[in-house]
């Protein structure tokens, strides 16, 4: 069982930044894929980023590759977002999720098997 608790969120402006966190409870944090997932009012929950267990390998989708950066802390069991050049449409609620390894592929939300409670992004224009 893994419990997260996300923070970090707020509000931007256009081309500011924010870096949300994910702080995850237990010893096994080290033993999970950790993603990014964002759902903005009447849309769908949609996959933001992964990294994988020790950091060696990192996804993104095409909409934040180059502005947002994933990383974790094992020792803190701590995964991260950072966001630089925000845009009016990065707006959403920010979940942090948890994937065991080799369960489905990464950018699908029903890969995770834990989630946290979201936390909130506004970028304003």
């Known amino acids: 069982q893994v419990q997260l608790v996300e923070s970090g969120g707020g509000l931007a402006q256009a081309g500011g930044s924010l870096r949300l966190s994910c702080a995850a409870s237990?010893?096994?944090?080290?033993?999970?894929?950790m993603g990014w997932f964002r759902q903005a009012p009447g849309r769908e929950r949609e996959f933001v980023a992964a990294i994988r267990r020790s950091g060696e390998s990192t996804y993104y989708a095409d909409s934040v590759k180059g502005r947002f950066t994933i990383s974790r802390d094992n020792a803190k069991n701590t995964v991260y977002l950072q966001m630089n050049s925000l845009k009016p449409e990065d707006t959403a609620v920010y979940y942090c999720?948890?994937?065991?390894?080799?369960?489905?592929?990464?950018?699908?939300?029903?890969?995770?098997?834990?989630w946290g409670q979201g936390t909130q992004v506004t970028v304003s224009s």
């Open positions: 999720a948890a994937a065991r390894p080799l369960s489905g592929s990464y950018y699908t939300s029903s890969t995770y098997a834990y």
């Open positions: 237990g010893r096994t944090f080290g033993s999970y894929v």
